[in-house]
């Protein structure tokens, strides 16, 4: 009998709206897409094989400007001996090439080779098509607002040393801010005492609420194997920020739950949020880091990033009751909070159920908290219209 999940603390539960809503978990969302995106075509319909995600970041540094190895690993936030160890996979998959350091015989530079160099021609090409889809979606001037604001925090913090042609996809950068965002709430987080995290570990802590995470849904959404995510779990299983625990619908499956120090991560992690915004809010134009966040928060929400995953880890354990509260007699709130406590005992979901969950999160995230309550509440109490004949 799997035990249940622990009970927030008012403090962490407080940090549950914001934990789930903000500019760093849209920009982590839309640059694994985008990722993905790039990689699936350039494999499948531009004859690139070998490719990982995580060669993206690295290909990118590679052709702004060669640096030695050990800047390259400060700029990808890995050890030099990490560093070491990507570029040897991206050597073998012909991408890179190592060529003398002119400053440190001793060291060598990574270079692109002339197949990479039409990986980044092929990439840049498909980058342009994606720009075009997130400009359908939010507005010309929008999109390019965002770009701009992109371009400008790249610069700002010194990511990357920007090209001066304005026609290159700024799209492109989205990767790269959102690695420093990782980096800098992991580095923020550890201030606050939640030592050992890993770069890793982000593929997992920030996907998993109240009702936890199926690994199986978390190895699909990073285009990684189950192994790799059960390795990660069992990092963070040992430091004791999740337990892993068998998953009712799967006998081969694992469910991953927040422990009371996971929660702890949460309270800290909303903080650091806090700094994270307040850095870079500093170094725009007044108002221009919250139209950039109302951009990202669109271009997220319209291509239903990680929604099948956070419609189970928080549909399900906050709409019913917010529901509850909005409807407007004793016997309608009885039945929803009756669906909210089975959730909250564990009990299994059918998957007819999942689905309304899933339709559930989509719904709130298109009406808000209120209208979608309300929403609840008129089908509770409203009956069916009879079928047609």
Not at 292 to 319: P, T
Request: include cysteine.
């Amino acid at each position: 009998m799997p035990k249940p999940s622990p009970v927030p603390s008012p403090a962490a539960a407080r940090s549950w709206p914001r934990y789930r809503d903000n500019l760093a978990r849209h920009l982590i969302g839309l640059a694994r897409d985008l990722q993905l995106r790039l990689m699936r075509h350039l494999q499948d319909e531009r004859d690139h094989p070998g490719l990982r995600p995580s060669f993206g970041l690295l290909i990118a540094l590679a052709a702004q400007a060669p640096r030695p190895l050990s800047r390259l690993a400060r700029a990808l936030a890995i050890s030099p001996q990490a560093a070491s160890q990507l570029v040897a996979l991206a050597e073998r998959a012909g991408y890179v090439a190592r060529i003398p350091d002119p400053d440190d015989r001793r060291a060598c530079r990574p270079v692109l080779t002339p197949q990479g160099e039409r990986l980044v021609a092929d990439g840049v090409a498909f980058l342009h098509e994606i720009e075009a889809d997130h400009a359908r979606r939010v507005g010309e001037s929008a999109y390019h607002a965002f770009t701009t604001t992109l371009a400008r925090l790249v610069r700002s913090l010194d990511l990357l040393p920007l090209p001066s042609d304005p026609r290159r996809a700024r799209a492109g950068l989205l990767p790269i801010l959102a690695a420093h965002a990782e980096r800098e709430l992991m580095r923020s987080t550890g201030r606050r005492g939640h030592a050992g995290l890993k770069l890793s570990h982000g593929q997992i802590l920030p996907l998993v609420g109240p009702a936890g995470v199926r690994l199986r849904e978390l190895a699909e959404l990073h285009g990684v194997s189950r192994q790799a995510i059960s390795a990660t779990a069992r990092d963070l299983e040992t430091l004791g920020y999740v337990r892993r625990q068998p998953d009712a619908q799967d006998r081969r499956g694992v469910v991953v739950r927040l422990t009371d120090q996971g929660m702890r991560l949460i309270a800290d992690s909303v903080e650091a949020l806090d700094d994270l915004e307040r850095d870079w809010s500093a170094r725009l134009a007044p108002n221009a880091l919250r139209d950039f966040a109302d951009v990202a928060r669109a271009l997220y929400r319209a291509q239903g990033l990680e929604a099948e995953i956070l419609s189970d880890a928080f549909g399900r354990a906050e709409l019913p009751t917010e529901a509850a509260d909005q409807a407007p007699n004793p016997a309608a709130r009885g039945r929803v909070r009756a669906a909210s406590d089975a959730g909250a005992r564990g009990e299994t979901p059918s998957a007819a159920r999942e689905d309304l969950a899933r339709l559930a999160a989509r719904l709130r995230d298109r009406l808000g908290d209120r209208d979608a309550a309300r929403l609840a509440a008129h089908l509770v109490t409203q009956p069916a219209d009879p079928p047609s004949p």
